[in-house]
């Protein structure tokens, strides 16, 4: 990433000597935002190297945007701040601050670029980078009520450009789940994984739907395969079989319940294991296969139903992940999207999966800040404009 020295750190807005070029540091606040099918998110970097003659200098507005962000946790009725993510000492554009994570449903954006409005969050900001669907889809929106332009990022460069930029800043960034046993939870554990030697490695991005890309140096990446059926498949089946009303809420039902009530496994088919094709007997043999029966029917609870569900997505997207690592000759497989949000059932089926399935040929990794990488990558973005 194009940076200032870190002896040209008040740069904001000015042009700055000693930078190759033109280096014109955007004007603060500093945003990256990502709009997806079901979550918006949104980075904001925070300046914490403020001088007082900066501080001075400073116009009202920009301190209100910065109280209001930092200082709140909920924003209007649905945003939420994942202060657990927050980063602090992080270097940008020469300057050194704090990112801060905040994300929001997509369906309640408009009410977002009413709170945009009302607080005068876009009214310093000079430009606006954003990615996902939603750039394109809210772009008039954005122009007609807050007149700001936003500038279009494409979602899947986003991703790859912040997985690199927030694994450099953060050692303990990618990490793995060690014995994955599904039928012994006890035994896994999460571990730390040097994530400094990448190249190559496969991105499954588990979003609403999924894309899969393989990446094989820090520009070059292809968009190798993708499914339909992903976190929005997931909490969409949830609601219509539980009735639950959020992803917390299908989730922890799912922790509650029993997927083999619903599932059917080899042993309900073969009494045991199919030894010769090395299949055993606790493994699905049919998602939901059971359900077409009255009498297992009347036994299930939604939570049972709910961690199928959970179960049926997950090891959908394990097997396409498996086969695309397969033909693509990759052995790194790294996990990222917001249906991995505080769901280890998932993250432990994945890695159970890439494992067993491979006999330990593939590694499934996980990222702390999981499903925030397009938005980290699109600040980046604005500040390596203005820069190059
Ligand atoms: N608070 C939440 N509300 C809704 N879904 C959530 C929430 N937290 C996690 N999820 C899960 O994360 C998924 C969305 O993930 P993510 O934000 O990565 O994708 P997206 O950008 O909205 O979708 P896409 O990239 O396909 O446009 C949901 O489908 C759901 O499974
Ligand atoms: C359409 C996107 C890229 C939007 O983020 C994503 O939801 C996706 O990759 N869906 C799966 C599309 C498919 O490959 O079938």
Redesign the pocket.
């Known amino acids: 990433m194009a940076q200032c020295d870190d002896s040209q750190s008040h740069c904001n807005g000015l042009a700055v000597a000693g930078c190759k070029g033109e280096c014109v540091l955007p004007h603060m606040p500093w945003f990256g935002m990502?709009v997806?099918?079901?979550?918006a998110?949104l980075v904001y970097f925070e300046p914490t190297d403020v001088t007082e003659d900066e501080e001075q200098q400073e116009v009202e507005t920009l301190r209100t945007i910065r109280r209001y962000l930092t200082g709140n946790v909920a924003y209007g009725s649905a945003g939420i701040r994942d202060v657990h993510l927050q980063m602090e000492g992080v270097r940008l554009g020469g300057r050194t601050g704090t990112l801060h994570f905040i994300?929001f449903?997509?369906s309640s954006m408009r009410a977002f670029i009413e709170l945009t409005k009302e607080k005068k969050l876009a009214t310093l900001a000079d430009t606006i980078c954003a990615t996902?669907?939603g750039a394109y889809k809210f772009e008039h929106d954005f122009k007609t009520e807050v007149n700001l332009t936003l500038q279009k990022l494409d979602?899947l460069n986003s991703l790859i450009q912040g997985i690199h930029f927030i694994d450099s800043l953060y050692l303990s960034e990618c990490y793995y789940w060690s014995h994955p046993d599904i039928r012994d939870s006890e035994q896994c554990k999460k571990l730390p994984f040097d994530f400094s030697d990448p190249y190559p490695y496969l991105v499954v991005?588990?979003?609403?739907?999924v894309?899969i890309l393989a990446v094989r140096s820090k520009d070059e990446y292809q968009r190798v395969s993708g499914t339909s059926l992903?976190?929005?498949t997931?909490?969409g089946l949830c609601c219509l079989l539980t009735g639950c009303q959020?992803?917390?809420e299908a989730i922890e039902m799912a922790t509650h319940g029993d997927s083999t009530k619903v599932d059917k496994l080899v042993k309900d088919i073969y009494g045991g294991d199919y030894e010769r094709f090395n299949l055993p007997g606790h493994i699905v043999a049919s998602s939901f296969g059971h359900m077409l029966s009255p009498e297992h029917r009347e036994d299930v609870t939604k939570c049972d139903l709910a961690r199928a569900t959970l179960v049926t997505i997950t090891n959908n997207i394990g097997s396409i992940a498996r086969m695309t690592a397969l033909n693509q000759g990759i052995d790194k497989v790294v996990f990222v999207?917001?249906?991995l949000?505080v769901n280890p059932i998932a993250m432990k089926l994945l890695a159970y999966a890439m494992e067993y399935w491979s006999k330990g040929q593939l590694k499934a990794l996980f990222l702390e800040h999981e499903?925030y990488m397009?938005a980290v990558g699109c600040l980046l973005e604005l500040v390596k404009q203005k820069l190059s």
């Open positions: 990502d997806g099918g079901t979550l998110k994300r449903p997509t996902g669907g979602e991005n588990i979003g609403s739907g894309s992903g976190g929005g997931f909490l959020t992803y917390e999207g917001n249906f949000r499903g397009g």
